[in-house]
């Protein structure tokens, strides 16, 4: 089969992947949760947020609450806010950006259903460690009968993580950014990114976790300090950015520079699609970290999962979002990815 017909099959079953089906039951299940725990994401945020650096750790588990929060997060916060929200406007243009809100805010109800059904159904294993997921509160919590499909899940979360968004797109765009950037050659980056990983991982979760600890509130707080910058520089030209998302997310977007246009339905599938890449809410990753979070109450963990989302789309992708506008380089004809955010920040502001 050549390279284009295959190319061709995968853009396919891509569409109908990211089709309106499963735009159903991701947005779908957090409007229904949302509903059901009424509307958590809101009124108990104040209280998750205090529960990030206040929570007791007392109870079974591997980790802190905090440390379960960053493995969750380092998975999130970095890749999926620079390539994502990138790609997300380069297809959809600056409406998919509403559309990544939006996931996100419906999202945050089902990440805190994740965290919580993790600690509810975690269990021991032969190691005396703690293991949870999906695939443990869907055999624990459905019966049985649904064992097929909790094996179906763990088997399609380690293919997932070996050969799809848990992997390539990271590396990718790790060594894009640092050969664009620094001129770095890409099978250096490789080497390197190989061994550090390596010392991390093979550690196991209390490695993963000492090290996420320290790394991820700091690349956070890097980042949106860098963002802030870029914003106040363009201050006056936020609101027009602001109304220029909402609009464009009803009624499309006409060709401009480089970008080609879109319809409605184009921005809403970019930025559903990547705002799940970006924050996990509802595809499983999550809950597995949360799992091994030292405490005795499942909504405990849940509303510190949420947090997860509300930090990763609707703070951090928002500045990435922001800066793709202000600056004008989302429309670009040569730009895209993390070569189109690298130039955003280089760039500052719209000449």
């Not at 797109?169 to 990983?197: K, M, W, Y």
């Not at 499942?298 to 202000?326: K, P, R, V, W, Y």
């Not at 955010?341 to 280089?346: G, N, P, Q, V």
């Amino acid at each position: 089969m050549e390279n284009s017909s295959f190319l061709e099959i995968l853009n396919e079953i891509d569409s109908i992947v990211w089709g309106a089906p499963l735009l159903v039951l991701l947005v779908g299940t957090g409007i229904f949760l949302t509903i059901r725990l009424n509307l958590i994401q809101v009124f108990r945020l104040p209280l998750a947020l205090g529960l990030i650096t206040s929570a007791k750790n007392h109870g079974l588990g591997d980790v802190s609450s905090f440390k379960a929060l960053c493995v969750a997060l380092s998975a999130t916060v970095g890749t999926g806010n620079i390539v994502g929200v990138a790609t997300a406007i380069k297809l959809g243009g600056p409406g998919a950006l509403f559309w990544m809100w939006l996931a996100a805010f419906f999202g945050m109800a089902t990440k805190y259903a994740e965290g919580l059904l993790a600690i509810k159904y975690r269990t021991i294993d032969s190691k005396e460690e703690i293991a949870g997921g999906p695939m443990y509160y869907i055999l624990k919590g459905l019966g049985n009968k649904f064992k097929p499909l909790a094996y179906f899940f763990a088997i399609a979360c380690v293919l997932v993580a070996f050969f799809g968004i848990g992997t390539f797109p990271q590396v990718n765009a790790i060594v894009d950014s640092f050969e664009t950037t620094f001129g770095v050659s890409r099978v250096a980056t490789d080497i390197v990114l190989t061994v550090l990983v390596a010392a991390v991982t093979l550690g196991g979760l209390q490695s993963i976790a000492k090290v996420t600890e320290m790394i991820v509130p700091i690349m956070a707080a890097f980042y949106i300090i860098i963002s802030v910058g870029l914003i106040l520089l363009n201050l006056n030209d936020v609101p027009d950015a602001i109304a220029e998302i909402i609009s464009s997310a009803f009624t499309g977007h006409a060709a401009v520079g480089g970008f080609a246009g879109s319809t409605i339905m184009l921005a809403m599938q970019a930025g559903i699609a990547r705002g799940v890449f970006s924050n996990e809410s509802g595809l499983g990753s999550a809950p597995i970290a949360a799992a091994a979070a030292k405490t005795k109450w499942s909504a405990e963990q849940g509303l510190i999962s949420m947090t997860g989302t509300f930090i990763d789309t609707i703070i951090i992708c928002t500045m990435t979002g922001l800066a793709l506008i202000l600056t004008g380089v989302w429309n670009s004809p040569t730009l895209a990815g993390a070569a189109m955010t690298s130039a955003a920040f280089a760039l500052g502001r719209l000449p």
